[in-house]
């Protein structure tokens, strides 16, 4: 009887100081800490309540080309075509759907959303990318955001319970997906990754291909080091991620945009081959018919942006020119009016 | 599993419950199927290694009782340390050797080959739970204790898990008999154990790794690096090498409590001593007087000449070096420190004084040298560690100065933490603070475990040797 009472004063007193530590955490250091691991949450924080609509997206929102003489975002271009509806912003570089997620959770309760617009980056699938270094910033931003205690939060992060790895293990991981993932492309020599990017690395396509010099080689491996894999809809981290968040968005009742980028496809199939274009288009119709199932308003940008208004040439990214970023701002501003009118 | 980590908060109050859920005579397979599963945690490959040590000194122990042959004894103790030591040579110091002997063949014969390291984990513990079983099987065969007959007892000797991975190193006579203790469970034991894992988790999760962050920055890039920086990140390695191993040695003292089991204490306030022979007295104590035992008394201690016992301080102090690691960087810092030994005892430094400005000043020369040596001790290699010092004489620019006030901050409470406690332990110093003061005390250091531990969370600088 004795230890009982002694456990239930302490718990009780327990719970009591948690949650007073807890209040005292969020008016000292929370702020800070938020701002060194999870600094995107400080956008969410200045979004005005009456907001109708949030557009979470990466580099590709924001970044510009060198004598762009309009250097808008996508999201801003996009609030300028839409004026009746007001749309804020949250980005940050090197997002994917497992940060937007964490945000999608923080949306404060008392905003009246009527969409969420997500980016989704067809690069945030593949292995190169689930198995980044960057991953361990990304994980913990997103325990950081838990909708949990924050003061638990913190601890959580200092115990390293989140998806930590070292660079070694996410490279060893890398590198086992890209032996083990086979692509079974009819009337095709290389069945995985790491035989595909071999066989151009020993330069035995610099004969086969004359769009292939000796310069261009490192940025065709990087196209198919990104570009090439199965989209595994049952075990891909990232799927789970937009699946959460379509669940969310359901219950809290407003619609989800997947806005897929634009890839630059001309490039791929330039450097690497149509090969490549077989894979990219199985994973995209798959990716796009997956979440129309769901409901979701899908806007496909994948073929829309033309090569010239891609602006880094030595590594595949989504990063486009004025006229790039408003492509994808005019489909989006059409697949909200459609949905508008449809309901 | 850490000490610092959600399995350990989880495992141990399920070890907790099962140990007192369970008759005295199962006890002892909770605590053993718990140490295994401890280390099995961190690499099951390793256990092994333990067995084969258990299995080495339980029955040395056995046979040594059983032979009155002195030869024949003399032959079992022999097998039995070169088994242990040749576990602990060919894992951790195997690849130093063969890195020494190409080096001395590449300079005898230029056309050489030199020989591929291997690739040779090393298992963690290794040092101390050799040292552990080492002791055992000397103090059967000097007939101080009597061999232990229940293998399932001597196994746990071996791993008990508060004290696998880093220590304190026990003996035998002390852990054993609370081993077999039937105890009953008693709350004070809680609160004792409670507050030591509490406070241990504060040196290490918020002194020592936030020190790291500072330290780990300044060793990064040490030309780069203002000198006053390099001064502060020296002091800052002082306290972040105490707290880890103190947070350490306290969490492992703290768990050990639960189970009623007093583990030795490690550490007195070694940074208050006035001497580097005291604070050798007070620094990882048991490592310390395991020296002492088993090869300063052997060597003659002081008994003898001058000359005798200078090459005992010598012999003790450059293998303490090489305990920690198979390095010169660790050799140097054992050789320097014996050096400042033999220097202190031949101009009679030690000698009690009632001078507190003398006293201030020999604590001043104390901590700066055993500052300056752990340099050698957290350098990569000699070159780094000499450029280190180079370093601090040449960039005394005012920019590029970094001076974040948390760390002091933190430091501060600590040293205050740390004086206060010197006399009796954190757990039972806090007996006589009034309740209300007592729980301020936890909600302070509850508050700033959660809230400013290290996010980049360092595993224990112990763990390595």
Redesign the interface.
């Known amino acids: 009887m ?2 009982v009472k ?1 456990t239930a004063i302490r718990m009780i ?1 327990a719970v009591v ?1 948690l949650f ?2 807890n209040q ?2 969020l008016n ?2 929370w702020k800070d ?1 938020i701002n ?2 999870a600094d995107t949450l400080e956008n969410l924080w200045v979004v005005p309540l009456e907001s109708d609509a949030i557009y979470f997206g990466e580099s590709s929102n924001f970044h510009i080309q060198e004598g762009d003489s309009i250097k808008h975002r996508i999201s801003y271009a996009l609030d300028s075509l839409l004026p009746s509806i007001s749309i804020a912003t949250v980005d940050n570089a090197g997002l994917h759907a497992g940060t937007y997620l964490s945000l999608v959770k923080n949306i404060p309760k008392e905003m009246n959303l009527k969409f969420v617009v997500i980016t989704v980056n067809y690069r945030s699938f593949s292995a190169n990318w689930r198995y980044a270094p960057f991953e361990n910033y990304l994980a ?1 931003s997103a325990l950081m955001l838990e909708p949990s205690l924050p ?2 939060n ?8 989140y998806d930590y790895q070292s660079d070694e293990e996410r490279n060893v991981q890398m590198k086992l997906a890209w032996k083990n993932e086979k692509f079974a492309i009819p009337n095709f020599d290389y069945d995985n990754v790491i035989e595909w990017d071999s066989a151009m690395a020993w330069h035995t396509w610099l004969e086969v291909n004359p769009n292939l010099t000796e310069e261009n080689i490192p940025l065709a491996s990087h196209y198919i080091k990104n570009f090439a894999f199965n989209l595994d809809t049952v075990n891909n981290e990232r799927i789970e991620d937009l699946n959460a968040i379509v669940s969310i968005a359901n219950n809290k009742d407003y619609k989800v945009i997947f806005n897929l980028l634009g890839e630059n496809f001309e490039e791929a199939e330039r450097l690497v081959g149509s090969e490549l274009i077989y894979l990219m288009e199985k994973n995209r119709s798959l990716l796009v018919s997956y979440y129309a199932d769901k409901g979701v308003i899908m806007v496909d940008n994948f073929y829309q942006i033309p090569d010239s208004c891609f602006v880094d040439r030595n590594w595949p990214t989504e990063h486009y020119n004025y006229q790039g970023k408003k492509i994808v701002a005019e489909n989006i501003k059409k697949a909200i009016i459609e949905n508008e009118l449809h309901n | 599993m850490i000490f ?3 399995e350990y ?1 989880l495992f141990l109050p399920l070890v907790f419950v099962l140990f007192y859920l369970f008759r005295h005579k199962f006890r002892v397979f909770i605590l053993l199927a718990a140490s295994y599963y401890f280390y099995i945690s961190w690499n099951p490959v390793f256990i092994i290694l333990i067995l084969l040590s258990t299995l080495i000194d339980y029955g040395a122990g056995l046979l040594l009782e059983r032979t009155i042959s002195a030869s024949t004894r003399r032959l079992i103790l022999g097998i039995s340390i070169c088994a242990n030591l040749g576990f602990l040579f060919f894992f951790k110091y195997f690849n130093f050797a063969l890195e020494n002997v190409n080096e001395v063949m590449l300079a005898v014969k230029g056309s050489y080959q030199p020989i591929e390291a291997w690739d040779i984990i090393l298992p963690v513990g290794i040092s101390f739970y050799t040292f552990q079983t080492i002791s055992y099987t000397i103090d059967v065969y000097n007939g101080k204790i009597n061999a232990e007959k229940n293998l399932s007892y001597f196994a746990l000797y071996v791993c008990f898990f508060p004290q696998l991975v880093a220590g304190p190193i026990e003996r035998y006579n002390n852990l054993m008999p609370q081993l077999k203790e039937k105890t009953q ?1 008693v ?1 004070q034991n ?1 609160s004792h154990g409670g507050r030591l894992i509490l406070y241990g988790l504060f040196m290490k ?1 918020v002194i020592a790794d936030n020190l790291g962050v500072f330290v780990d920055s300044v060793y990064g890039d040490v030309v780069g690096t203002n000198s006053l920086n390099l001064l502060i990140g020296s002091v800052f390695y002082s306290f972040q090498i105490y707290c880890d191993f103190h947070g350490y040695t306290t969490i492992a003292i703290g768990s050990a409590k639960l189970f009623n089991v007093n583990l030795s204490e490690n550490f007195r306030t070694p940074y208050l001593s006035t001497s580097v022979t005291e604070f050798w007295r007070n620094w990882h104590i048991t490592l310390t007087t395991w020296f002492r035992d088993y090869i300063y008394y052997p060597l003659g201690g002081n008994r003898g000449t001058l000359l005798k016992w200078g090459l005992a301080i010598l012999t003790v102090f450059i293998v303490s070096g090489v305990w920690h690691g198979a390095k010169w960087t660790f050799i140097f810092w054992g050789l320097f420190h014996a050096l400042f030994v033999l220097f202190e005892k031949v101009v009679k430094w030690d000698k009690q004084s009632t001078n507190v400005f003398l006293k201030g000043l020999k604590w001043v020369v104390t901590f700066t040298l055993v500052t300056a040596l752990w340099v050698f001790f957290r350098s990569p290699d000699m070159d780094a560690a000499i450029l280190y010092f180079k370093s601090i004489g040449s960039n005394w620019a005012i920019e590029g100065i970094d001076l974040r006030i948390e760390p002091f901050i933190l430091l501060g409470l600590f040293v205050v933490s740390d004086i206060l406690t010197r006399k009796k332990n954190f757990a039972l110093s806090l007996n006589k603070v009034p309740s209300l003061a007592r ?1 301020a005390i ?2 302070v250091l ?2 700033l ?7 980049d ?1 360092n595993p224990f600088i112990y763990f390595q040797f």
């Open positions: 004795k230890i002694y007193l100081f007073t530590m005292l955490y000292t250091f800490d060194k691991h913990k003061i638990l913190k601890y959580m992060i200092s115990l390293k319970q | 610092n980590s959600l908060i469970l709350i809680i999760m729980g936890y909600f509850i508050f475990l959660l809230s400013r531990s290290a996010t969370m």
